[in-house]
């Protein structure tokens, strides 16, 4: 049984086919990409696994069991926005430990972090915005899939 299976996942906005029918299997610790045109579906393939958005038939089986009846919050995902989606009001640090605290590590260590992690994020560059979505992203989640 694959660790993440995705089964004839199907979405539809109106009448408008964004996903269509996709069929995959993702082994534990596999490392994979989705490549394609701009608007063949992959943000939105994203967003069903992690919850953002409702198939509209289809099934996605994490470890076996059915993901669709987990509510986001309860899936244990990460997920990098597209646009990033950082709190622009919190830290670079503040930005990472949210998902800890959230799940009720009190305290999060940050002094260890680095430099630019006490700066807010809305102050610092594209690439380091995008380090800090991916580190916000898995800190809560390991070894869980981070999207
Ligand atoms: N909320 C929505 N309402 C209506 N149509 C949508 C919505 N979200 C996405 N779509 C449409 O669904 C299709 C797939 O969009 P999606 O964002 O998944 O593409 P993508 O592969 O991630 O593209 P890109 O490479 O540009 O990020 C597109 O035609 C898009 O216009
Ligand atoms: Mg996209």
């Not at 069929?23 to 994203?46: D, N, Q, R, W, Y």
């Amino acid at each position: 049984m694959a660790f993440l299976a995705l089964e004839k996942l199907t979405k539809k906005f109106g009448t408008h086919l964004a996903v269509d029918g996709l069929s995959l299997e993702v082994e534990k610790g596999e490392f994979i990409a989705l490549l394609g045109p701009s608007g063949c579906g992959k943000t939105t393939t994203l967003q069903m696994i992690a919850g953002f958005a409702d198939p509209s038939s289809g099934a996605i089986e994490l470890e076996g069991r059915d993901l669709l009846a987990i509510k986001p919050a309860k899936r244990g995902l990460g997920i990098v926005f597209q646009s990033y989606a950082l709190f622009p009001h919190m830290t670079v640090a503040e930005n990472v430990a949210f998902g800890l605290e959230m799940q009720g590590f009190a305290a999060v260590d940050r002094t260890s972090c680095c430099s630019t992690s006490r700066f807010r994020t809305s102050t610092q560059s594209c690439a380091r915005r995008c380090r800090s979505s991916c580190a916000r992203s898995s800190a809560p989640s390991a070894p869980r899939p981070s999207l």
